[in-house]
């Protein structure tokens, strides 16, 4: 964490030192001028490969952790489908979680495909929101749950000053574009409803539990997937 910090501090740096104010504001592409001025043309061929692999590292991880925090939430939490919280039985990935998160990205797309420019700005949103909720949780665990095991374990000071972070992230564009921010939130809260008709009622009613009981088994026998088995995983729930 420390070296990644530091890596984008010294970029930043680096920006200032080699481009002008104007030039810095007039591009859309800051790293790709930036590579024009110091390294030369080579840098128009060389940097779009890096930019590419760089990206496609990103969406890796994204992929992945993404995934994971559905498998989990339906899991532990039964906040989504049973279905989602399952794994192969073969490669033991969570299957559904990563078919979820790569449908809903294609509706995203499909839905702000003529401004991919309010995807962006509708998704760094959200997420600093979500990422937010998550490092205030791991601060109400830490309270009142002192001595859980944690594989990993930052000073305090360093969840405070990411809350910052994201708080700052998070209310600028309330401030700058109130009206866009109001949408993110209307969009990220209309999942509310469905949330408490269909997955938070306890008893629901008969012919529903079947029919989701029936679509539950078949869609594991096509994904071969099956619940963890709990030996092998620690849920807070415990």
């Known amino acids: 964490m420390v070296i990644v910090t530091t890596v984008y501090c010294l970029a930043n740096v ?22 024009q001025l110091s390294m030369g043309k080579i840098a128009a061929t060389i940097l779009p490969f890096m930019i590419m692999c760089s990206m496609m590292g990103s969406m890796n991880g994204n992929i992945i952790a993404s995934s994971r925090m559905y498998f989990v939430s339906a899991r532990d939490g039964h906040h989504l489908p049973a279905i989602i919280g399952m794994i192969n039985i073969n490669r033991y990935t ?9 449908v809903m990205a294609i509706v ?44 990993i374990k ?19 564009p309330v ?10 939130t209307c969009l990220m809260l209309a ?3 469905v949330y408490f008709l269909l997955v938070y009622p306890q008893n629901m009613p008969v012919w529903y539990t079947y029919y989701a009981d029936m679509l539950t088994r078949k869609l594991q026998l096509i994904l071969q997937v099956c619940r963890q088995d709990r030996d092998t995983y620690e849920s807070v729930t415990d």
């Open 191 to 193: 999942g509310v409803p």
């Open 108 to 151: 995203m797309l499909l839905i702000f495909s003529t401004d991919i420019v309010v995807l962006l700005d509708y998704y760094g949103f959200f997420r600093w929101i979500v990422t937010g909720a998550g490092v205030v949780a791991l601060v109400y665990f830490r309270i009142v749950k002192p001595n859980m095991h944690r594989p």
């Open 175 to 184: 401030y700058l574009q109130p009206l866009k921010a109001l949408s993110a």
């Open 154 to 172: 930052f000073p305090m000071a360093v969840h405070v000053a990411f809350l910052l972070g994201a708080a700052a992230l998070t209310l600028t």
């Open 14 to 35: 680096a920006y200032f030192t080699v481009m002008t104010k104007e030039e810095l504001l007039d591009s859309d592409a800051v790293g790709m001028v930036f590579a």
């Open 94 to 102: 969570p299957m559904p979680g990563i078919i979820l998160n790569m």
